[in-house]
């Protein structure tokens, strides 16, 4: 456990491989972790093999919509088809909390072509759908989930975290060094296009060179 207070994380879509992951990594760290699903017996399904992994009773599973309601900082990790509709769906209740989007939107014909919608990203998209008393933050779009949940495993990618928040963002970069990733402040949540765009860049290169889990380093800054 390395938290004193602790925070209650929702993880909505937290069933697919990315969200379960990072809710792995932050129950291990310690954080209070909601799995949400469409379907609430899903949910309770994955935490329980959570709680397998862990060895502990830990994550809890509910709906979407309760979890991002029960929880301080809710992470949406569901494909990008999904996103506007999820957004809808809780935006009462996430009124005032902190909201990180690892959602990419990649293009289904070609997920190796970056491709942004008219608004410029997924997260100022939902950034434009919460409104402005919620405080979204772009992060984790880079980190594959290929080896979260080896939760020891220090992973060979950097997170970029952008947002218009300076507290929430400062909060996320906690959540990343919790899960064992360094981070960095990267601007404004208009910066989010280039790093949901170098997703794609990412999945060209572990087609390219048959890896797994490729990433990014920001270099000529010390540690
Ligand atoms: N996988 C990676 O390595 C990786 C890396 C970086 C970023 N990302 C991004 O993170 C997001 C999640 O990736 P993932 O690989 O975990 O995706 P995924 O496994 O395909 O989907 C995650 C969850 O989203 C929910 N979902 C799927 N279709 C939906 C729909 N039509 N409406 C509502 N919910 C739906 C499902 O949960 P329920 O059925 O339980 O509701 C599913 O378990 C994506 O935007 C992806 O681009 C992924």
């Not at 360094?182 to 280039?194: F, K, Q, R, T, Y």
Request: glycine share 8%.
């Amino acid at each position: 456990m390395t938290q004193d207070i602790v925070t209650k994380i929702a993880v909505l879509g937290g069933t697919g491989n990315e969200g379960s992951g990072l809710a792995l990594r932050w129950a291990y760290a310690g954080y209070d972790v909601a799995i949400g699903s469409r379907q609430p017996q899903k949910a309770l399904a994955v935490a329980a093999g959570l709680d397998e992994l862990l060895g502990k009773e830990l994550v809890h599973g509910m709906s979407n919509r309760d979890a991002a309601a029960w929880a301080d900082i809710v992470v949406l990790t569901v494909p990008y088809a999904a996103q506007a509709a999820i957004l809808e769906e809780i935006r009462d209740v996430v009124q005032g909390k902190v909201f990180v989007n690892v959602t990419v939107p990649l293009d289904p014909d070609n997920v190796r072509r970056a491709r942004m919608p008219a608004a410029g990203s997924a997260a100022v998209e939902a950034q434009q759908a919460l409104g402005p008393d919620v405080q979204v933050v772009a992060a984790f779009q880079n980190i594959s989930a290929t080896y979260l949940k080896e939760v020891e495993h220090e992973l060979d990618c950097d997170v970029l975290v952008c947002g218009n928040d300076k507290e929430a963002k400062r909060q996320v970069i906690k959540l990343a060094r919790a899960a064992n990733l360094h981070a960095w402040d990267a601007g404004p949540i208009e910066n989010s296009l280039v790093v949901e765009g170098l997703t794609s860049v990412l999945i060209h290169l572990n087609i390219t060179h048959k890896a797994k889990a490729s990433g990014i380093r920001i270099t000529g800054i010390s540690r």
